[in-house]
């Protein structure tokens, strides 16, 4: 549009392409493709940045200080092993520097203190925090690719296909998310982290379904679909190729969200004991075995609950930010 | 319309029928229902145990059949037993009620504050205070419900009981609250800068004289409001219904409010008699009366602007009852805290055990019962609701019949409420019904942590027996009432939106 209003209003030629009059004006004009424009109004939402580089740092502390699987990490206590108190089992981190009266910026042996057996709760909450993360991207990639299939195929086909795939979503929407995912996970958490994911991925795809079928409704009759389905292409290529990227909006917006929603999830069935299972744990089930210590030991319960709140308010600024960039219209004043 | 709401609802039997063999069939297969017998030492006794158990859970009809055992019990009317012979209707029905109380406490607050709230936050957009509303409303989404009630038990329980045994509040938090709450009025009512620093002024002097009051009288010892608060919060409702339904550029409705305040404090004089010790019903009846006399006030007053001025005096009414009922409430406040020793927020359960008291005492109890799980329920979908109104008011403030009506030359006030608040509450409706399903999953949750023996500990206990009937009962009450809202949010939407009916 800015190419438009700098044109001097005296151009002799009005079929004179676009720059034509800033090149005489001396400016020059990059043309931007759509994904560079969301690229960059993404990397200039200051919330979305804030989120996003905080989600990185408790994403590269969770899984590089206590190691993962056989890889060793930089903290040198497990979290499983037992030790001895140091410190009655209170955290020896301090934050108050010295002069300031406190005793100076340090980590100390173990700097969000013991539990009652002496485990290092640092290594508890990084474990617990690594497990968590996992389950949550797990959920967040089963719920976007089976909302957005389910979503695509109704959307296209139309007729008996989106009957029985939206019937079946609105009996899912029926049952409480949280009744459905327990149901769900009672099973499932037995197996192991990732089966838990999948489980309650299985369980919030709805959402996502809904909002990709409305989209597709629109996009089946737009030109370029009736182009290629003339030219003879298959469905499955119509879907894929030419439609979903004309949705992935609303699909990386609701994939963001889908891992807040999740971490969520997880943590509250775990601290019921649904999910993780011990002796493995997660950040909510270290939330369930520590809240009675609130009054003894504070730090026991505030540090996992801290690290969901972290995890999940920046996943929440960064899907936030995406909405943004992909739909500026949601932002824009008019007065 | 009413073919519109029959369809919809043999849909919704049909859902809720699908739903319930999902729930079922995954209940059975959650695990082995036989688990806490595999302990017993004797084996001949396990035995026994285990054939009686098998018998009375017909484990030896496949999961997919059984289903279908459990649903002609039902359709006879009989819920059937849970695993240990206990009838789940006996259970059920003291169930539903502790969390009916929880979930519909929670859901009709959040959409009040919420939506009110979302509104205020649009019509100042970028301001601070909806920068502020903004973080608080991301930051609720990403609380867990359960570490929020942990913490509210410790803070909002112990340590506020503890507070009340000394209630002083001390000077620099009265100085913080006095500076957030002028702070909060001044982003709320804007203008120019001299008005944003007179209202800064008033509002954090009001708060914080009056919190110093009540702190240096005692006041939190034995609260209560007394007839002159009762005048002054009687003459702000009128006042407030008036600004909000028509503005004061006419005379009579600005008079029936007035007056129907007015009778609302008369009738607080000689209202000893009545409301000694009522009961529901009564109180109810009150409340249709208050109603009733407000809407014949303003009939009478109104004039020419008979309808909205029946409108506002009717909520004025029904505002100024409110205020003599809490004000009742508060009066019995210092013969509670003598019963409950001094401990009048409750961390466990519904009621105090074997509570007995007048009507005051224990809708007291209640209330101190249900504050702190209803404020956990709430702070979530608060949040939803903050900004779903907000979006969709922002949209509404941008379309074109928003301009049309401010150029000729209505209020801002009448644009607001008349034109944009009602379409912007159309989106707002379909969230309801899927807000109410969340609000019963954290209901579950809640529960559990405030040791309440609702439903939602019911449906726990059943999946950790993987014990189905329990679980479905809970399933046809939850799935059920999230099925009504769903309908009844897509009426609202039928009767907001005309278009709707139409297709």
Same mark, same amino acid.
């Given at each position: 549009?800015?190419?438009?209003?700098?044109?001097?209003?005296?151009?002799?030629?009005?079929?004179?392409?676009?720059?034509?009059?800033?090149?005489?004006?001396?400016?020059?004009?990059?043309?931007?493709?759509?994904?560079?424009?969301?690229?960059?109004?993404?990397?200039?939402?200051?919330?979305?940045?804030?989120?996003?580089?905080?989600?990185?740092?408790?994403?590269?502390?969770?899984?590089?200080?206590?190691?993962?699987?056989?890889?060793?990490?930089?903290?040198?206590?497990?979290?499983?092993?037992?030790?001895?108190?140091?410190?009655?089992?209170?955290?020896?981190?301090?934050?108050?520097?010295?002069?300031?009266?406190?005793?100076?910026?340090?980590?100390?042996?173990?700097?969000?203190?013991?539990?009652?057996?002496?485990?290092?709760?640092?290594?508890?909450?990084?474990?617990?925090?690594?497990?968590?993360?996992?389950? /949550?991207?797990?959920?967040? *990639? !089963? =719920?976007?690719?089976?909302?957005?299939? &389910? #979503?695509? %195929?109704?959307?296209?086909?139309?007729?008996?296909?989106?009957?029985?795939?939206?019937?079946?979503?609105?009996?899912?929407?029926?049952?409480?998310?949280?009744?459905?995912?327990?149901?769900?996970?009672?099973?499932?958490?037995?197996?192991?982290?990732?089966?838990?994911?999948?489980?309650?991925?299985?369980?919030?795809?709805?959402?996502?379904?809904?909002?990709?079928?409305?989209?597709?409704?629109?996009?089946?009759?737009?030109?370029?679909?009736?182009?290629?389905?003339?030219?003879?292409?298959?469905?499955?290529?119509?879907?894929?190729?030419?439609?979903?990227?004309? /949705?992935?909006?609303?699909? *990386? !917006? =609701?994939?963001?969200?889908?891992?807040? &929603? #999740?971490? %969520?999830?997880?943590?509250?069935?775990?601290?019921?004991?649904?999910?993780?299972?011990?002796?493995?744990?997660?950040?909510?089930?270290?939330?369930?075995?520590?809240?009675?210590?609130?009054?003894?030991?504070?730090?026991?319960?505030?540090?996992?609950?801290?690290?969901?709140?972290?995890?999940?308010?920046?996943?929440?600024?960064?899907?936030?930010?995406?909405?943004?960039?992909?739909?500026?219209?949601?932002?824009?004043?008019?007065? | 319309?009413?073919?519109?709401?029959?369809?919809?609802?043999?849909?919704?039997?049909?859902?809720?029928?699908?739903?319930?063999?999902?729930?079922?069939?995954?209940?059975?297969?959650?695990?082995?229902?036989?688990?806490?017998?595999?302990?017993?030492?004797?084996?001949?006794?396990?035995?026994?145990?285990?054939?009686?158990?098998?018998?009375?859970?017909?484990?030896?009809?496949?999961?997919?059949?059984?289903?279908?055992?459990?649903?002609?019990?039902?359709?006879?009317?009989?819920?059937?037993?849970?695993?240990?012979?206990?009838?789940?209707?006996?259970?059920?029905?003291?169930?539903?009620?502790?969390?009916?109380?929880?979930?519909?406490?929670?859901?009709?607050?959040?959409?009040?504050?919420?939506?009110?709230?979302?509104?205020?936050?649009?019509?100042?957009?970028?301001?601070?205070?909806?920068?502020?509303?903004?973080?608080?409303?991301?930051?609720?989404?990403?609380?867990?419900?359960?570490?929020?009630?942990?913490?509210?038990?410790?803070?909002?329980?112990?340590?506020?009981?503890?507070?009340?045994?000394?209630?002083?509040?001390?000077?620099?938090?009265?100085?913080?609250?006095?500076?957030?709450?002028?702070?909060?009025?001044?982003?709320?009512?804007?203008?120019?800068?001299?008005?944003?620093?007179?209202?800064?002024?008033?509002?954090?002097?009001?708060?914080?004289?009056?919190?110093?009051?009540?702190?240096?009288?005692?006041?939190?010892?034995?609260?209560?409001?007394?007839?002159?608060?009762?005048?002054?919060?009687?003459?702000?409702?009128?006042?407030?219904?008036?600004?909000?339904?028509?503005?004061?550029?006419?005379?009579?409705?600005?008079?029936?409010?007035?007056?129907?305040?007015?009778?609302?404090?008369?009738?607080?004089?000689?209202?000893?008699?009545?409301?000694?010790?009522?009961?529901?019903?009564?109180?109810?009846?009150?409340?249709?009366?208050?109603?009733?006399?407000?809407?014949?006030?303003?009939?009478?007053?109104?004039?020419?602007?008979?309808?909205?001025?029946?409108?506002?005096?009717?909520?004025?009414?029904?505002?100024?009852?409110?205020?003599?009922?809490?004000?009742?409430?508060?009066?019995?406040?210092?013969?509670?805290?003598?019963?409950?020793?001094?401990?009048?927020?409750?961390?466990?359960?519904?009621?105090?055990?074997?509570?007995?008291?007048?009507?005051?005492?224990?809708?007291?109890?209640?209330?101190?019962?249900?504050?702190?799980?209803?404020?956990?329920?709430?702070?979530?979908?608060?949040?939803?609701?903050?900004?779903?109104?907000?979006?969709?008011?922002?949209?509404?403030?941008?379309?074109?019949?928003?301009?049309?009506?401010?150029?000729?030359?209505?209020?801002?006030?009448?644009?607001?409420?008349?034109?944009?608040?009602?379409?912007?509450?159309?989106?707002?409706?379909?969230?309801?019904?899927?807000?109410?399903?969340?609000?019963?999953?954290?209901?579950?949750?809640?529960?559990?942590?405030?040791?309440?023996?609702?439903?939602?500990?019911?449906?726990?206990?059943?999946?950790?027996?993987?014990?189905?009937?329990?679980?479905?009962?809970?399933?046809?009450?939850?799935?059920?009432?999230?099925?009504?809202?769903?309908?009844?949010?897509?009426?609202?939407?039928?009767?907001?939106?005309?278009?709707?009916?139409?297709?």
């Amino acid at each position: 549009m800015s190419t438009e209003t700098n044109r001097p209003a005296t151009s002799e030629n009005a079929t004179d392409r676009p720059p034509s009059g800033d090149e005489a004006q001396g400016i020059t004009i990059a043309a931007r493709t759509q994904g560079q424009l969301i690229r960059r109004r993404f990397f200039r939402h200051r919330a979305a940045m804030g989120g996003m580089i905080t989600l990185l740092l408790v994403i590269v502390l969770a899984f590089t200080s206590i190691g993962f699987g056989p890889i060793p990490g930089w903290w040198d206590k497990s979290y499983l092993s037992t030790g001895s108190l140091v410190n009655d089992g209170d955290p020896t981190l301090s934050l108050v520097p010295a002069f300031l009266g406190g005793d100076g910026i340090r980590l100390g042996e173990h700097p969000f203190g013991q539990d009652d057996v002496g485990k290092d709760y640092f290594a508890l909450v990084m474990r617990g925090a690594q497990q968590s993360l996992i389950i /949550a991207f797990v959920i967040g *990639i !089963v =719920s976007t690719v089976v909302g957005a299939v &389910v #979503g695509a %195929l109704a959307g296209y086909f139309r007729g008996r296909t989106e009957g029985v795939l939206m019937r079946l979503t609105d009996v899912v929407i029926s049952i409480p998310t949280l009744v459905f995912a327990a149901i769900l996970a009672a099973a499932a958490g037995r197996a192991g982290i990732v089966v838990l994911g999948v489980a309650i991925g299985l369980v919030i795809w709805t959402g996502l379904a809904r909002l990709v079928r409305g989209e597709f409704l629109a996009l089946r009759e737009k030109e370029f679909v009736e182009a290629a389905r003339a030219a003879g292409t298959k469905p499955s290529r119509i879907i894929f190729k030419h439609m979903m990227p004309n /949705a992935i909006g609303v699909i *990386i !917006v =609701s994939a963001t969200l889908a891992v807040a &929603v #999740g971490i %969520l999830l997880e943590t509250a069935l775990s601290y019921l004991g649904l999910g993780v299972r011990p002796p493995d744990v997660s950040l909510g089930s270290l939330v369930s075995l520590y809240e009675t210590a609130m009054t003894t030991r504070p730090s026991l319960f505030w540090w996992p609950g801290i690290f969901i709140v972290i995890i999940a308010l920046s996943v929440n600024f960064i899907g936030d930010g995406l909405r943004d960039a992909f739909d500026p219209r949601q932002t824009r004043v008019r007065e | 319309m009413a073919v519109f709401i029959v369809r919809r609802l043999i849909i919704s039997v049909f859902t809720l029928l699908a739903a319930s063999y999902l729930v079922y069939v995954g209940t059975a297969l959650s695990g082995d229902p036989l688990q806490d017998l595999y302990g017993i030492q004797d084996e001949g006794d396990a035995q026994t145990q285990m054939d009686a158990r098998r018998r009375a859970m017909n484990l030896d009809v496949p999961v997919f059949l059984r289903y279908f055992l459990w649903l002609g019990d039902l359709l006879q009317g009989d819920l059937g037993q849970n695993k240990f012979g206990q009838s789940v209707s006996g259970i059920l029905g003291p169930a539903i009620w502790a969390t009916l109380q929880l979930v519909i406490a929670a859901t009709v607050l959040a959409i009040i504050l919420g939506v009110m709230i979302g509104i205020i936050s649009a019509l100042r957009q970028y301001s601070g205070f909806d920068y502020t509303l903004t973080f608080a409303a991301f930051l609720f989404y990403s609380l867990p419900v359960f570490w929020v009630a942990v913490m509210l038990k410790q803070f909002g329980a112990i340590e506020f009981n503890d507070w009340l045994r000394e209630p002083r509040i001390p000077l620099p938090i009265i100085v913080l609250v006095a500076l957030l709450a002028g702070l909060a009025w001044m982003a709320i009512i804007g203008g120019n800068r001299e008005r944003r620093v007179s209202t800064f002024a008033i509002a954090a002097v009001a708060t914080g004289g009056l919190l110093w009051a009540l702190s240096e009288t005692g006041w939190f010892e034995d609260p209560g409001l007394g007839f002159v608060a009762i005048v002054v919060l009687a003459l702000s409702a009128a006042l407030g219904s008036t600004l909000l339904i028509i503005g004061f550029r006419y005379r009579p409705p600005v008079i029936a409010t007035l007056s129907t305040a007015a009778v609302g404090c008369v009738f607080y004089l000689f209202s000893e008699p009545v409301l000694e010790d009522p009961s529901w019903p009564v109180i109810l009846l009150l409340a249709v009366i208050a109603v009733g006399v407000g809407l014949g006030i303003g009939y009478v007053v109104g004039g020419l602007q008979r309808r909205q001025a029946m409108a506002a005096s009717a909520l004025t009414a029904f505002l100024t009852g409110g205020v003599i009922f809490v004000d009742y409430m508060l009066q019995a406040y210092s013969g509670y805290y003598d019963i409950v020793r001094g401990r009048p927020v409750s961390t466990i359960g519904a009621a105090t055990p074997n509570f007995e008291g007048s009507f005051w005492e224990s809708s007291l109890d209640t209330a101190g019962h249900l504050i702190l799980p209803t404020l956990a329920l709430l702070l979530i979908s608060f949040a939803v609701y903050t900004r779903y109104t907000r979006a969709s008011m922002l949209e509404v403030m941008n379309q074109d019949y928003v301009r049309t009506a401010r150029s000729k030359g209505l209020t801002e006030r009448t644009v607001v409420t008349k034109h944009a608040f009602r379409n912007a509450l159309i989106p707002v409706t379909t969230l309801m019904a899927f807000d109410f399903g969340a609000v019963i999953g954290g209901a579950v949750i809640t529960e559990g942590v405030f040791g309440w023996k609702g439903m939602g500990q019911m449906f726990i206990d059943g999946l950790r027996e993987v014990d189905p009937p329990p679980v479905m009962a809970f399933f046809l009450v939850a799935g059920g009432s999230v099925v009504v809202f769903n309908m009844l949010a897509d009426i609202a939407y039928g009767y907001l939106d005309p278009r709707i009916r139409v297709s």
